[in-house]
């Protein structure tokens, strides 16, 4: 595997993922793009993808192992599609080390799932364990290069993001996509994060990528493009915190029906008033009657309707 190559063109990403001993399986918007990386060092990986897609995680990183030990597993933050394969990966590869940001780790070692926010986002993830810490700051070798660890706060608090200085290569998890960036969950529970993502985008602005691997969708290297558009709808959500809330509703329906595919109104609505995003965010009046609970969801699915990210068929709700 290639180590110390002069960093690629910027217009082919690929290239300089390959030079940096980097192989990136894009995955989709349930489970977390796996970034693995290897060379002289630890063979690594970052990130996990969801529950549901754990097996299939597994066999995706076996196969582009052909046999190789997996001594490292990164997670960039510990939302349920980043690290929800993580204990299948520590049942497959005992010897492997797994380090997280050093903000939830109690919470891991008790096993604090509403902390860990799976309970309050209805999302799942199986308890795993944790040996070492990603701790802002500092680096860390991973295949045959040193690898800086950034805080990212903003989509999550105590979410970090990797830099390969050598190759001018970012892993931005959900601070940076290719088109935005992801949720801001604190503001989901009344804490002021708006600013802290601006912060995180000023960070990545200095550092300078040349390419780019998202947390999800495909690597990029259209950097400054990229950055323009998040501080654009940085922007609209600060303008008009009340469309980033219901941006953020949405998302938490259509992610449960990618992994359900399909489920019953009645179903989804006992989801949603178990939900404490939800049930936390829509007004008093409508929580306490579950008629109108149901009206006011209909109102969010009609919008992911036209957005053609569901349909209906009679009382079921099918993803799309």
Not at 131 to 142: A, E, K, M, V, Y
Not at 223 to 233: N, Q, T
Not at 243 to 255: D, G, S, T, W
Not at 285 to 297: A, C, F, K, S
Request: glycine share 6%.
């Amino acid at each position: 595997m290639p180590s110390h190559s002069s960093p690629a063109p910027i217009d082919d990403p690929h290239s300089t993922l390959a030079n940096a001993g980097v192989t990136c399986l894009e995955r989709g918007w349930l489970s977390a793009n796996n970034i693995l990386i290897r060379g002289e060092g630890p063979t690594a990986l970052v990130d996990s993808g969801y529950s549901a897609h754990a097996p299939q995680t597994l066999a995706l990183v076996a196969a582009n192992l052909e046999g190789a030990p997996l001594d490292l597993l990164l997670n960039t933050h510990l939302h349920s599609d980043h690290c929800g394969g993580n204990a299948e990966l520590q049942r497959a590869y005992p010897a492997l080390r797994t380090l997280i940001p050093p903000g939830q780790a109690a919470s891991v070692t008790n096993w604090d799932p509403v902390a860990l926010t799976f309970e309050p986002t209805g999302q799942s993830c199986p308890r795993f364990t944790h040996q070492d810490l990603l701790t802002p700051g500092t680096s860390i070798r991973l295949g045959s290069l040193n690898w800086d660890i950034h805080a990212a706060k903003g989509h999550d608090p105590h979410s970090i993001v990797l830099f390969q200085a050598e190759h001018r290569l970012l892993i931005s998890a959900d601070a940076l996509w290719e088109n935005g960036f992801g949720i801001v969950f604190p503001e989901l529970e009344g804490v002021s994060a708006f600013d802290e993502v601006a912060a995180t985008l000023d960070l990545l602005e200095a550092l300078t990528p040349t390419t780019v691997i998202p947390g999800h969708g495909r690597v990029f290297n259209d950097f400054s493009g990229a950055l323009a558009r998040a501080r654009s709808r940085l922007e609209q959500f600060v303008s008009q915190p009340d469309k980033h809330r219901r941006h953020a509703l949405k998302v938490l329906i259509k992610f449960k029906l990618l992994e359900w595919q399909s489920v019953s109104m009645d179903a989804l609505l006992d989801w949603v008033l178990a939900t404490s995003y939800f049930f936390n965010t829509m007004p008093q009046t409508v929580r306490q009657n579950r008629i109108q609970t149901r009206e006011w969801l209909d109102q969010l699915l009609i919008e992911l309707e036209r957005s053609q990210a569901l349909f209906r068929n009679g009382d079921m709700v099918v993803n799309r």
